[in-house]
């Protein structure tokens, strides 16, 4: 069965250093998701994105971060500065769109750890 | 602000009990989706509910959409050991694409 898939497993990186997370979506979708978890707290949504462009984004999601899907096949988060409140779990997630579009797949997520 | 609150936050019971675990929202949505999450890993996907009043059955859980489409439940049936885990509710009512998740009940099955 098709799967979202996620690297690195765990990302451990010094503060103010950048990090990319890296997703590949299941083949057919068209929408693409970011989502983070810190340590016991609830799925959080950072962003959407569809024909190469952000859908939406939370407040969560500010001008440190950012998206892009540089081939067909990839999609990854940016973090540019990152901050001790950044270490979380990120799950990637994506869906096949139209009615299905609220049916999203998630990755096994990327541990980072920001020190 | 959309909200979903789920109930209870934590349930342990016994091997073979029945239980039912909510989902609520003051807001309307397009659907609701529930998902079962492990330590460590991402949420996986259990059904989607898309019709007011709509029941979906998964073997032992069923699942059921308010009339409303405002909030939903989730009902196992003799629960086992294995059904152990964090279960999620998550629904987008923007017409967009910003799912929000709800914290989760966490449930403890005890052999």
């Known amino acids: 069965e098709p799967e979202v898939t996620q690297t690195p497993s765990h990302q451990v990186t010094q503060m103010g250093q950048e990090v990319i997370l890296r997703c590949v979506p299941i083949?057919?979708?068209?929408?693409f998701y970011w989502y983070r978890q810190i340590l016991g707290q609830k799925v959080e949504f950072l962003v959407s994105?569809?024909?190469?462009?952000?859908?939406?984004k939370s407040e969560i999601f500010d001008d440190q971060f950012s998206v892009e899907r540089p081939d067909g096949s990839n999609f990854t988060l940016k973090i540019r500065s990152t901050k001790l409140e950044d270490s979380a779990m990120y799950f990637c997630?994506?869906?096949?769109?139209?009615?299905?579009?609220?049916?999203?797949?998630f990755g096994p997520g990327t541990r980072l750890l920001v020190l | 602000t959309q909200l979903l609150e789920q109930s209870p936050q934590f349930l342990s019971i016994q091997e073979g009990e029945n239980l039912t675990v909510y989902c609520n929202s003051s807001?309307?949505?397009?659907?609701l989706q529930w998902y079962r999450q492990e330590p460590g890993e991402g949420p996986v996907l259990l059904v989607t509910?898309?019709?007011?009043?709509e029941v979906k059955k998964l073997k032992r859980l069923t699942f059921q959409f308010g009339d409303a489409r405002k909030d939903s439940s989730l009902h196992i049936t003799a629960a086992q050991p294995g059904d152990t885990g964090l279960y999620l509710c998550?629904?987008?009512?923007?017409?967009?694409?910003?799912?929000?998740f709800g914290a989760g009940t966490r449930l403890f099955v005890k052999a």
């Open positions: 509910v898309v019709t007011g009043g």
């Open positions: 807001s309307v949505f397009s659907s």
């Open positions: 994105f569809y024909n190469n462009e952000i859908s939406e």
């Open positions: 998550a629904g987008d009512n923007t017409g967009g694409f910003k799912t929000i």
């Open positions: 083949s057919n979708h068209l929408y």
């Open positions: 997630a994506s869906s096949e769109g139209g009615a299905l579009k609220e049916t999203q797949y």
